[in-house]
């Protein structure tokens, strides 16, 4: 094999091993997001056809082309696709034309002649593909829907969105040049996820959850999809912590216990139950990073132990509230609120008992609030997507059901190192 290296677009060869080295600079008014220019180095070494075994051969690559600004075709042609040719990987491309084109084709076709699947685009792009690899898992299996088997292939993130929080949480950069690396090398980390169910049918599979301010800034925001993204985050917000008001729930939750080490293991559950005004709830089975949190928004959580990090915000002041949402910039001490309770759990039962969801909203479009109330459709952020239910909504931790390309960000950082320098 040979030495390759990859500066600013530029190859050489040389030497006996098989090296990749990039280094990316991002402009601060580039995708990334970044308020000054960061700068992301990969240095990936393979020096044996046995540790070549694990390389992805064939891909099918989904492009969202509406994802953030529009970018995603253009990032894959100007930074992934030159990457695959040089490594020789085949791809089988598809771009996206509506909301659900992932779904019924991951379902639908042929995986078995594929090692891999590769996305480009956004948080809610990765969602619908999360949710459609683990369902056709089940299709597959026969399995059971609230006891899913793994899904068979491996997902690889391009970061083509505004917040990335998926590949964040994996590469610890939205870099799609690392992301791609880590897809050539065939890096693949096993993540845990959860399922979510009302009234006991299946609304989806993935790593998320927020109810109360999470849900209606979203609900908010998707009401002005005319509005840049960054403006459209900012009114919502502001609006949303205008109108700010806590929802009365009952929540329920079952503990991970401290003396299991095996995430499979079948114990009995044992509920926890509490009732109160609750500003915000939330249920993540990631860190959720992004260039706004950059200890995630679950800063106690991993990717692959076995459970979530539930985080309920309990009634307080605005000036507090808000105190609570700039501590997720800082370093430390995110939750280090009275009014803020942070558990690590394996299942999460939430049900609202005012079933008042949505008479802010009904201000704005003019529809009655009455109507709205019998319906009881509270707005839900999962994923970043937007799902209203009325009912109960219980949420189960399934450990390591999905692998994406890529390495948690600690394992990545105490492992770094360059065989060939």
């Known amino acids: 094999m040979e030495l390759a290296t990859v500066a600013k677009g530029k190859w050489s060869q040389s030497g006996n091993v098989l090296c990749i080295f990039t280094v990316h600079k991002a ?39 509406c994802s953030h600004r529009k970018e995603a075709v253009h990032v894959y042609r100007d930074h992934v696709a030159p990457l695959f040719k040089m490594a020789a ?31 480009v685009g956004g948080d809610g792009s990765v969602a619908e593909l999360c949710h459609a690899l683990v369902l056709r898992a089940q299709l597959d299996t026969s399995s059971a829907l609230d006891k899913p088997t793994r899904a068979t292939l491996p997902l690889g993130i391009i970061p083509a969105g505004s917040t990335d929080i998926v590949s964040c949480s994996v590469h610890g950069v939205r870099d799609p040049v690392t992301a791609t690396l880590h897809i050539i090398l065939g890096h693949v980390q096993q993540v845990d996820m959860c399922s979510f169910w009302s009234q ?48 009365d729930c ?26 109160g005004l609750y500003l915000n709830i939330s249920v993540m089975s990631i860190p959720c990073l992004s260039p706004y949190t950059p200890r995630g928004l679950a800063p106690n959580t991993r990717l692959a132990n076995g459970s979530a990090a539930l985080i309920a915000v309990g009634n307080t002041s605005r000036t507090q509230f808000i105190k609570h949402l700039k501590r997720y910039s ?13 558990h690590t759990v394996t299942a999460v039962r939430i ?36 799902v209203r239910l009325g009912h109960e909504v219980l949420i189960r931790v399934h450990p390591r059901l999905l692998c994406l390309y890529g390495q948690e960000v600690e394992q990545a950082e105490s492992t770094a190192s360059c065989g060939c320098i």
């Open 89 to 119: 990987v085949q791809t089988d491309i598809t771009v996206t034309e509506k909301e659900g084109h992932a779904l019924s084709l991951i379902t639908e076709c042929r995986l078995e002649q594929y090692d891999g699947v590769v996305l």
């Open 200 to 247: 006991g049918r299946l609304v989806r599979y993935g790593f998320s959850a927020m109810l109360g301010f999470g849900g209606r800034t979203l609900a908010c925001a998707e009401k002005r999809r005319w509005m840049p993204s960054a403006q459209r985050r900012d009114y919502a917000v502001v609006k949303t912590l205008a109108k700010l008001r806590p929802e």
């Open 330 to 342: 800082a370093p430390t001490g995110q939750l280090d609120f009275p009014f803020v309770e942070a």
């Open 27 to 65: 402009s601060p008014k580039k995708r990334s997001g970044l308020s000054s220019p960061s700068c992301a180095r990969s240095v990936l070494t393979v020096c044996s056809s046995a540790e070549m075994a694990g390389r992805p051969g064939s891909l099918k690559v989904l492009i969202n082309p």
């Open 250 to 275: 009952q929540l329920s939750f079952v503990k991970t216990k401290k003396s299991s080490t095996d995430p499979f293991r079948e114990e009995e559950e044992s509920w926890t139950t509490t009732q």
């Open 351 to 386: 049900r609202p008992r005012a079933l008042i969801g949505a008479e802010e909203e009904s201000e704005e479009d003019g529809s009655d609030p009455a109507i709205q109330s019998e319906t009881g459709a509270f707005p839900w952020n999962m994923d970043g997507e937007l």
